[in-house]
C-alpha cells in the first residue's frame, strides 16, 4: 500500500469518528470504514496523528463541550449527553483531567468575565479569547 492510499484511508478512518463522535465509538466500525484491521488501523492512526483513535475521540468531544458550555444554556447533564457520554461522572472527570476544571467551574469563569447580566458569553467575550484564557497550559 502506498503512502498516499494509506493516508487517505486514515484520514476517511478519522472523519468516520469526527463525522459519529455522538455514538459509540468502534474501533473496528473505524476501521472497516478505513478498509484496514482493526489492529493495522489503530497502528498507522498512532504513527501519523500522535494519539489514538480514542484519544482523539476524547479530544473531539471536550472541545465540542467547551464550546458549548461557552455558547449555550444548556446544562451541563444535556452537554454530556449530547457529545456523546452516557455518563456524567465519566464526562466530568475526563473535562477536568484535558481542561483542568470541571465543566461546571470552566462555563462559570467564562461567564463571570461577561459584564453584562443575561447574555451568553460568547455575545460578549470573542471566543478565541475565551479559548485562550481557560486553556491547560502545556508542561
Known sequence: MTAN???KRISTGRDYIADNYRDTFSLTDAANNSLMSPFHFLQVFKKTYG??????LI???IEK????LIT??????EIC????YMSLGSFSSLFLKHVGMS???YRRTLWSLSSEPFRYPSQV????YAYHFLRKPVI
Open 103 to 105: 465543566p461546571t467551574s
Open 5 to 7: 492510499t494509506k493516508l
Open 51 to 56: 494519539e489514538t483513535p480514542n484519544e482523539f
Open 125 to 128: 467575550i470573542p471566543t478565541c
Open 59 to 61: 479530544r473531539l468531544r
Open 72 to 77: 449555550e444554556n444548556f446544562r451541563v447533564s
Open 65 to 68: 463541550a467547551k464550546k458549548m
Open 81 to 84: 449527553e449530547r457529545v456523546g
